[in-house]
C-alpha cells in the first residue's frame, strides 16, 4: 500500500488542500466565516440547487432509458450482441468535452434539429440531461446487466411453478436480487452529472453552471480562491457521502447473492414482447447514441463549399483563424497518445499495486482506502489541476514546467478503473495456490509471475485499455497545466470552440472525430480482449 499511498498524498492530497487552504486563510489565520457568507449567497445557491436536481433527473432518465437494455443484454441472445455492447460503451470512455461537442452538433446553431424544424436546445437543460443520458448509459448496461446476466432464472420459475405471475415472480425473486447492483449504478450516474463539467461548460452556456462549472469559473475567470475553496469543501462532502454509500451497496452485491454463469442464462428473444423490447432498444441506440455520433462526424466533414476534407487539413497549420494555436492543432492528436501512454503506465502501476493490497488485507483501513481511490472521479479537476500549478512549482517537486505533469492528472483519473477492474480477478485467485507455489521454494515474486499474473494477464489489459481511454480525454485538470505549445486532444477541442468563426467550429468537429475514433477503436479492443462480462465498468 505504500507506493499508492505515497503516489495520492503527493498528487491529489496535497494539491487539493493547498488549494482550499490558500483559499480560506488571510493573514496565517482561518476565515472559516467565508464558508457561511458563500453558503448564503443566492447565486451560489442557484448553482447548488441546479446542481443537484439536474444530477437527479439525469439519473432517473438514464435509469428508465437503460433497464430495459440491461435486461436484453442480460437474458437476451441475438446476431451482434458483442458488437452492440461495445456501441453502448463508446459514449462512456469519450471525453466530456466531444459529447458535449455531439449533441452542439445535433441541438446547436446549425444543427440536426435546427435545419429541420428551426428548433434549437442547446443553452437549455434539455440538451444537458440527454447528453448524460448519452454519456452514463453504458454505467446502467453493465452494472445492472452484469448482475442480471449472472442470476439464476431457474429461481424465478420456480416461483412461477409455485402460483405466482410473471410479474410477481420477478417483483419477489429478481428485483430483490437487483437493488444492490441498481442502487450501484445510479449513485455511480448521480456521481458523475452531480460533478458534470465539460457537458455543462458546452451546451450549458451561461445560464447554467453546476457545481463543477462554478468552481472552475470562480478559480480562472473571477479568481476568488474563498469561494472556490468553499465550494470544493462542499463537492468533497458530497462525494465523499455518495462514495460511501455506493461501497455498502456493492458489499451488499457481493455477499448476499449466489452466482452463476452467464453464458447459461441468455437465450434467443420468444414472443411478441421480447422482440418488441429488443426492437425499442434497438431503436434507443441508434437516436440516443449512433445519431450524435453520426451527426458529430457528418459535421467534421461538412465545409461551406460542401462535403471535404477541409477542416481536416485546417488541422494541420499552425495558429488557424484567429491564432487560436501556437502549433498546428494536429499536434494535439500526438501530444495527447503521448501523455495518456505514460498516464496508463502510471495508472497500471499504481491502481495494480493498490488493488494487490486490497486483495490480501481487511478491514476498515483498508476499506477506507479503498474509497479514497475512487475520490478522484469526483473531486473537483479543476481543483487539482490548479493545486498542481500552485504547489508543484519548488524542490524537490517543481514539476510545473516539466511534460509529466499532465500524465501525472490523467493518471489520477485512471487509477480507480485499474482497481475495480483488476480487484474482482484478483480476488478471485485461490490463495491457496500462493501458498503451494511457496511450500515448493518460489519466492514471492516468483509465486505472482507464475500465479497471479497469467489469471489477471487480460483483467490487466483490459485496465490497461480503460486508463488509456480516460486519459485520453481528461479535461478538468489539463485545460489548467497543459502549455499552449503543448496542446491535448480535449483542450484544442475547447479552445476551438470558444473562437467564433466557421473554421474554428468545423475544426473542433474534426478534432472531436478523431479524439471519438481513438477511444471507440480502444474500446473495440478490450472487447476482443475481455471474457468477464460482469463489473462495474
Known amino acids: 500500500m505504500a507506493g499508492p499511498v505515497v503516489f495520492f498524498a503527493l498528487f491529489f492530497a496535497y494539491p487539493v488542500v493547498a488549494i482550499v487552504g490558500r483559499g480560506l486563510k488571510a ?23 441546479f446542481t443537484t436536481w439536474q444530477a437527479i433527473a439525469s439519473t432517473v432518465l438514464t435509469l428508465l432509458i437503460a433497464l430495459p437494455a440491461a435486461y436484453v443484454f442480460a437474458r ?15 459514449p462512456f470512455v469519450l471525453p466530456t468535452v466531444v459529447v458535449g461537442t455531439a449533441f452542439l452538433a445535433m441541438l446547436g446553431r446549425g444543427g440536426l434539429l435546427d435545419e429541420l424544424w428551426g428548433v434549437r436546445l442547446d443553452s437549455t437543460v434539455w440538451a444537458i440531461l440527454l447528453a448524460h443520458v448519452f454519456f452514463n448509459y453504458a454505467v446502467v448496461v453493465r452494472t445492472v446487466g452484469g448482475l442480471w446476466a449472472q442470476l439464476d432464472p431457474r429461481q424465478e420459475e420456480a416461483a412461477r411453478v409455485l402460483g405466482a405471475g410473471r410479474l410477481a415472480a420477478w417483483r419477489r425473486v429478481t428485483l430483490p436480487a437487483l437493488v444492490p447492483a441498481v442502487a450501484a449504478a ?3 450516474v448521480f456521481l458523475f452529472t452531480f460533478t458534470s463539467f465539460g457537458v455543462v461548460q458546452i451546451l450549458g452556456g451561461p445560464a447554467y453552471s453546476t457545481l463543477e462549472v462554478e468552481i472552475y469559473r470562480q478559480t480562472a475567470q473571477l479568481l476568488d480562491l474563498p469561494t472556490a475553496a468553499v465550494l470544493t469543501l462542499v463537492q468533497f462532502a458530497a462525494v465523499g457521502a455518495i462514495l460511501a454509500l455506493h461501497a455498502w451497496t456493492v458489499r451488499r452485491r457481493e455477499s448476499a447473492l449466489k452466482l452463476v454463469d452467464a453464458a447459461q442464462t441468455s437465450r434467443g428473444p420468444r414472443g411478441a414482447g421480447q422482440w418488441s423490447l429488443l426492437g425499442g432498444v434497438l431503436v434507443t441506440v441508434l437516436a440516443l447514441i449512433l445519431l450524435p455520433i453520426g451527426v ?24 488557424g483563424s484567429n491564432g487560436t494555436f501556437l502549433v498546428p492543432p494536429l499536434e494535439a492528436v500526438w501530444n495527447s497518445l503521448q501523455y495518456a501512454l505514460v498516464a496508463t503506465a502510471i495508472a497500471l502501476l499504481v491502481g495494480g499495486l493498490a488493488a494487490a493490497a486490497l486483495t490480501r488485507r481487511a478491514g ?17 479537476a479543476v481543483t487539482v489541476g490548479f493545486g498542481f500549478l500552485i504547489t508543484l512549482n519548488k524542490p524537490p517537486l517543481d514539476l510545473r514546467t516539466t511534460w509529466i505533469l499532465v500524465p501525472l492528472a490523467q493518471a489520477l483519473v485512471g487509477v480507480p478503473f ?25 519466492s514471492p515474486l516468483r509465486a505472482w509471475r507464475e500465479v497471479d499474473l497469467p489469471m489477471v494477464r487480460r483483467a490487466l489489459l483490459v485496465a490497461a485499455g480503460f486508463a488509456f481511454a ?44 478523431i479524439l471519438m475514433v481513438v477511444c471507440a477503436v480502444s474500446l473495440l479492443v478490450l472487447e476482443r480482449i475481455r471474457t468477464d462480462r460482469s463489473g462495474e465498468f
Do not use: C, H
Open 418 to 442: 485499474v482497481v475495480r477492474t483488476m480487484l474482482p480477478v484478483l480476488r478471485a485467485v485461490d490463495g491457496r495456490l500462493r501458498e503451494a507455489a511457496a511450500v515448493l521454494g518460489a
Open 364 to 380: 476498515r483501513l483498508v476499506r477506507g482506502f479503498d474509497a479514497l481511490l475512487m475520490l478522484p472521479l469526483g473531486v473537483s
Open 296 to 319: 458529430l462526424v457528418a459535421r467534421s466533414f461538412d465545409g461551406p463549399d460542401g462535403y471535404g476534407f477541409m477542416y481536416y487539413r485546417a488541422l494541420q497549420s499552425a495558429g
Open 186 to 188: 445510479a449513485l455511480m
Open 27 to 49: 493573514d496565517g489565520s482561518w476565515q472559516f466565516g467565508r464558508i457561511g457568507e458563500v453558503l448564503t449567497d443566492p447565486d451560489i445557491l442557484d448553482v447548488l440547487w
Open 76 to 90: 437476451l441472445d441475438f446476431p451482434g450482441k458483442q458488437v452492440l455492447r461495445a456501441v453502448v460503451t463508446v
Open 470 to 513: 480516460v486519459s485520453l480525454g481528461e479535461f478538468g485538470a489539463t485545460v489548467f497545466i497543459a502549455r499552449p505549445d503543448n496542446p491535448t486532444l480535449p483542450v484544442a477541442v475547447a479552445r476551438l470552440l470558444g473562437r467564433a468563426g466557421d473554421l474554428n467550429y468545423g475544426q473542433a468537429m474534426a478534432l472531436s472525430t
